[in-house]
């Protein structure tokens, strides 16, 4: 697999803020990798930084085997970028938004008519052409503003926060289509902090927490190397000697989240089953067990003693 | 290249939906200002009064004053007789009354609150009947005056009032929309596709700027027709004075630029676009050629381009044949010098790479 972009030791800093620490990871192209990590991981900065909207202070980044800042046109002509924050002329309808980038962006403008049309179809947004962007929905927008990342036909799609704000069913068409972009031979670059999110749609992660890459792989890789079911325990009153309990079931990295729950992991924890509601009933009323295959939240609690949720 | 240029160009006629009420303030204000200021502040005529009194002098100082009128324009002071008496009110703020003092026919002034200009005026034309009168009595020792103007005929005072105000109408145009569009991409955070966008910087500020410059054209072509309509007064060739409007409105279009990027709000940005156009205008000849005030003022519309501006659009309304070809000139040295200056802000807040490696 060729490497689209390639990271090495990446250090950004905003004043005394260690924002992106000695970061490196490559990506490989038509994957859809995902940045995840609580607010202030890092994400957004290490998207500029591969876009050139920023400058490292120190490493190396390759996007398309060119430097984003001193090979910034070079890059530019094959990158899309969706930022956070939707971005659009609100008194605009669609099509003149389109064409707006187009003419800042698209080699070829002879093409621009036809790849306007074509991508307001796929992002179902045909019908409402027209009207005012003011008018859309949060998902309209996001659809629209991935149209506009797609119109000049780019290699690498950098997507931050795809779904922030939007309902189930605008979440799910988006996935849809970054899906079909993907399979047409794209790269994306999608930051989240939506645990469903990136497992419904990246091939690869890197979980960042305080500018630092935490641990990276697959989805399935991380949830599988974690190794261990996820038991949660709500009893009243709540566990006192918790840690002596977790131990006598051979289990490990406790925590107590809220008042009468308690959390652990445990290998095999079907047959253990009986053996933790013996124990608890002893000294406390059970009122609920919950026994769960890892989730990306207990990869990232696993690796800093946090949950992702909790940024 | 060309192509590209123009979609730029379609993309900047398009974004006027999103400043609408904006563009429709740079077109018409100036012409609304310039009607109503010409039309309600300038009078055309003011009427001088003379109480009427048993002496024959009444008549003939009216006569005299009348006569005194210029010979190739409107009256401007019109004399009238009036009943008056010491002790009512003064009408119209202003009254000659006349009596005799120590043996001599005198004409006695009073003001009440009046533009000390008027005042100025009035007094001229009563000194002047009075020399009338004068030479009436004296004959050949008394002194003529002879008028010999620079114009054929006398060019109503709306006319200048109104040439000058087209360079601030093309200012005008070009700044208030400047300072809307530009400083908008900021808060909308459009500003970021510019920032990745493959185009070259060139052509994407030389879309908005020559965009701006025929939106200040267009502005001060409003009001150009305005001060034809009510004065028949239209620049001969039109050609030079559009090429002079259109240089104005370039450098608004850099003035209200390069204020939105640097203070990337669109308040703050129109305040400055407003108080550049109307410090430029009021000083550089909006009531009259600079160099007729002299002092301070005349050393200060040295570097305001509307000087040069007034300079080059005068011989285009008055008859008068030296034109000013070093205006031309001086005014593309100050837009050459106002696209220099937005270039380097342009690529300092929207190009520039935050910090630079270490």
């Given at each position: 697999m060729t490497n689209v972009i390639s990271v090495q030791s990446a250090v950004r800093r905003y004043g005394e803020l260690l924002a992106v620490d000695g970061l490196s990871f490559d990506v490989q192209k038509g994957d859809v990798f995902g940045l995840l990590g609580p607010n202030g991981a890092g994400k957004t900065t290490t998207i500029h930084l591969l876009t050139g909207l920023l400058d490292r202070h120190a490493g190396k980044v390759e996007v398309l085997g060119?430097?984003?800042?001193?090979?910034?046109?070079?890059?530019?002509?094959?990158?899309?970028?969706?930022?956070?924050?939707?971005?659009?002329?609100?008194?605009?309808?669609?099509?003149?938004n389109l064409w707006h980038h187009a003419a800042l962006y698209c080699a070829d403008l002879?093409?621009?008519?036809?790849?306007?049309?074509?991508?307001?179809?796929?992002?179902?947004?045909?019908?409402?052409?027209?009207?005012?962007?003011?008018?859309?929905?949060?998902?309209?927008?996001?659809?629209?503003?991935?149209?506009?990342?797609?119109?000049?036909?780019?290699?690498?799609?950098?997507?931050?926060?795809?779904?922030?704000?939007?309902?189930?069913?605008?979440?799910?068409a988006i996935w849809d289509h970054v899906q079909e972009q993907r399979e047409s031979g794209k790269t994306f670059v999608v930051s989240t902090n939506d645990m469903q999110e990136a497992d419904a749609l990246c091939d690869r992660l890197l979980i960042l927490d305080h500018g630092r890459v935490v641990t990276a792989g697959s989805p399935?890789?991380?949830?599988?190397?974690?190794?261990?079911?996820?038991?949660?325990?709500?009893?009243?009153?709540?566990?006192?000697?918790?840690?002596?309990?977790?131990?006598?079931?051979?289990?490990?990295?406790?925590?107590?989240?809220?008042?009468g729950m308690t959390r652990f992991e445990v290998r095999d924890a079907e047959k253990l089953v009986e053996d933790i509601i013996l124990a608890v009933r002893k000294d406390y009323r059970l009122e609920s067990i919950r026994i769960a295959r890892p989730s990306l939240d207990d990869v990232f609690l696993h690796h800093t003693g946090r949950a992702l949720r909790d940024g | 290249m060309m192509k590209r240029l123009l979609a730029l160009l379609r993309n900047e006629l398009v974004m006027t939906r999103t400043t609408l009420s904006i563009h429709l303030l740079g077109f018409f204000q100036p012409a609304l200002m310039f009607s109503l200021m010409a039309f309600v502040l300038v009078m055309p005529t003011f009427e001088l009064y003379v109480a009427r009194s048993s002496l024959p002098l009444g008549e003939s100082l009216v006569e005299a004053m009348v006569q005194v009128n210029s010979p190739i324009g409107d009256a401007y002071i019109e004399p009238l007789l009036v009943e008056w008496q010491q002790g009512d009110d003064i009408p119209g703020g202003q009254v000659v009354e006349l009596a005799i003092s120590d043996g001599m026919p005198t004409a006695v002034q009073h003001?009440?609150?009046?533009?000390?200009?008027?005042?100025?005026?009035?007094?001229?034309?009563?000194?002047?009947?009075?020399?009338?009168?004068?030479?009436?009595?004296?004959?050949?020792?008394?002194?003529?005056?002879?008028?010999?103007?620079?114009?054929?005929?006398?060019?109503?005072?709306?006319?200048?009032?109104?040439?000058?105000?087209?360079?601030?109408?093309?200012?005008?145009?070009?700044?208030?929309?400047?300072?809307?569009?530009?400083?908008?991409?900021?808060?909308?955070?459009?500003?970021?596709?510019?920032?990745?966008?493959?185009?070259?910087?060139?052509?994407?500020?030389?879309?908005?700027?020559?965009?701006?410059?025929?939106?200040?054209?267009?502005?001060?072509?409003?009001?150009?027709?305005t001060l034809y309509v009510f004065e028949q007064a239209w620049p001969s060739p039109l050609g030079l004075a559009l090429g002079m409007l259109v240089l104005m409105g370039l450098i608004g279009a850099c003035v209200g630029t390069s204020a939105a990027l640097v203070?990337?709000?669109?308040?703050?940005?129109?305040?400055?676009?407003?108080?550049?156009?109307?410090?430029?205008?009021?000083?550089?000849?909006?009531?009259?050629?600079?160099?007729?005030?002299?002092?301070?003022?005349?050393?200060?519309?040295?570097?305001?381009?509307?000087?040069?501006?007034?300079r080059a659009l005068f011989p285009l309304y008055y008859p008068i044949e030296p034109s000013h070809p070093n205006s031309y000139l001086i005014l593309f040295v100050f837009a050459t010098a106002a696209v220099i200056a937005t270039i380097l802000i342009y690529r300092k807040s929207v190009l520039s790479v935050e910090e630079v490696r270490q």
């Open positions: 060119f430097d984003p800042v001193q090979q910034s046109r070079q890059v530019h002509q094959q990158i899309g970028y969706v930022p956070q924050e939707t971005n659009m002329y609100m008194d605009l309808n669609a099509e003149e002879t093409a621009v008519p036809d790849r306007i049309d074509m991508l307001l179809n796929t992002t179902n947004l045909w019908e409402r052409r027209r009207d005012r962007v003011r008018t859309y929905s949060g998902g309209m927008k996001r659809r629209l503003a991935l149209a506009r990342a797609l119109l000049h036909d780019p290699q690498v799609i950098f997507f931050d926060e795809p779904t922030l704000g939007v309902d189930v069913q605008g979440k799910h399935e890789e991380l949830k599988a190397e974690l190794g261990r079911d996820v038991v949660t325990l709500r009893t009243s009153p709540g566990i006192k000697n918790a840690a002596g309990l977790v131990n006598a079931v051979g289990g490990q990295a406790m925590s107590q989240p809220e008042p | 003001f009440d609150l009046i533009d000390s200009n008027i005042v100025k005026n009035y007094r001229n034309r009563l000194t002047s009947a009075g020399l009338i009168l004068w030479e009436e009595e004296l004959g050949r020792a008394a002194i003529q005056i002879e008028e010999r103007p620079l114009l054929p005929v006398d060019v109503p005072y709306n006319v200048y009032f109104g040439m000058g105000m087209l360079p601030l109408a093309a200012w005008i145009g070009a700044s208030f929309v400047a300072a809307f569009l530009s400083a908008q991409e900021f808060e909308f955070k459009t500003i970021q596709e510019y920032r990745l966008a493959p185009a070259h910087w060139g052509l994407v500020l030389g879309a908005r700027l020559l965009r701006l410059s025929l939106t200040g054209l267009l502005s001060s072509m409003v009001l150009m027709i203070l990337k709000q669109t308040l703050p940005s129109f305040v400055i676009a407003l108080a550049s156009a109307f410090f430029t205008w009021i000083m550089g000849g909006a009531f009259g050629l600079p160099a007729g005030f002299g002092g301070v003022y005349e050393a200060v519309s040295r570097w305001v381009p509307n000087s040069y501006a007034v």
